[in-house]
C-alpha cells in the first residue's frame, strides 16, 4: 500500500480529484487530497494575505498532522509550484514526485515567471488581488462534463500565490523518483515536459486529453500513478 498526497490546481479544490481518489482507494492505496487555503471549500478564508508559502504549508500541515512518510506527492498544473516547495521543506517525507500537467520551478522563479507569455491572466474587476478563472474554452476543454464542472466549480485565485517566487534549496533533486506527466490534447505545458524527456531522472508520459487528465482519463492516469510509487 501506498499513501497519495494529491494536490489541485488554481481556480478549484480537492474535489477536482474525485474520480482520482476512489480509484487509488480502491486499489488498497491511502489518498489525501487537501484543499489549499481560499479555494474550493475552503473559499470563505480567501484573504489578501495567502501567497504560495501559505499553500506550500497547508500540505505540510496534512503530512505532519496525519504523520505521512514516504509519500506519492502529486501536484496538477499550480499544484506544481506548490509541491516543489513541499518536496524542498520535508524531503525525508516524500518518495516520489509526479507533476501532473503541471508548472516546474527553479529557485526563485513564481508562477508569472515561467508563464508562457501568449497566455493571460486577469484580475477580478475591482479585486486586484484576485484572479478569474481561466475559462473552459481558454483551457481547450471540449467534453460538456468538464465544461459543467469547471464552470461550476471554478471560483477567483489568489494573486500572491501566483506572484510570489519559490525558495527552493535542492530537496527536489534528492528525491530519487520523479515524473511528468502531459495533456496532449491542447498541449499546454511542453515547455517543461520538452526540459525533462531527456533526463534520466525523470520518467516522462503523455495522455491524449485536456488539461484536467485525473477528470478525463482517471482510469489511464491510475494506472500511470502507481508506477510511481516508491
Not at 60 to 72: C, K
Not at 185 to 206: C, E, G, I, M, S
Request: glycine share 8%; proline share 7%.
Amino acid at each position: 500500500m501506498a499513501t497519495f498526497v494529491l494536490v489541485h490546481g488554481s481556480w478549484a479544490g480537492g474535489v477536482v480529484w474525485r474520480q482520482m481518489a476512489p480509484r487509488l482507494r480502491k486499489a488498497g492505496h491511502e489518498v489525501y487530497v487537501p484543499t489549499l487555503t481560499g479555494i474550493g471549500e475552503r473559499k470563505h478564508l480567501l484573504s489578501r494575505e495567502i501567497d504560495l508559502d501559505t499553500h506550500i504549508q497547508d500540505v505540510i500541515g496534512v503530512i505532519e498532522d496525519e504523520d505521512l512518510s514516504d509519500i506519492v506527492l502529486v501536484g496538477h498544473s499550480y499544484g506544481g509550484m506548490v509541491i516543489s516547495g513541499v518536496a524542498d521543506r520535508v524531503t525525508e517525507k516524500v518518495g516520489s514526485l509526479v507533476y501532473l500537467d503541471a508548472f516546474v520551478p527553479e529557485n526563485g522563479q513564481s508562477l508569472l515567471s515561467v508563464l508562457p507569455p501568449d497566455r493571460r491572466l486577469v484580475a477580478v474587476p475591482g479585486e486586484d488581488w484576485l484572479v478569474a478563472p481561466i475559462t473552459s474554452a481558454g483551457f481547450g476543454l471540449k467534453r460538456p462534463e468538464v465544461i459543467a464542472f469547471w464552470e461550476g466549480k471554478s471560483t477567483p485565485h489568489p494573486l500572491a500565490t501566483l506572484t510570489q517566487p519559490v525558495q527552493l534549496t535542492g530537496g527536489v533533486g534528492r528525491i530519487k523518483y520523479k515524473m511528468y506527466i502531459l495533456a496532449t490534447d491542447p498541449p499546454r505545458f511542453t515547455q517543461f515536459y520538452d526540459k525533462l524527456k531527456n533526463d534520466p531522472a525523470w520518467t516522462v508520459h503523455t495522455l491524449p486529453c485536456s488539461h484536467f487528465i485525473q477528470l478525463e482519463m482517471p482510469d489511464e492516469l491510475t494506472a500511470i500513478l502507481v508506477k510511481a510509487i516508491p
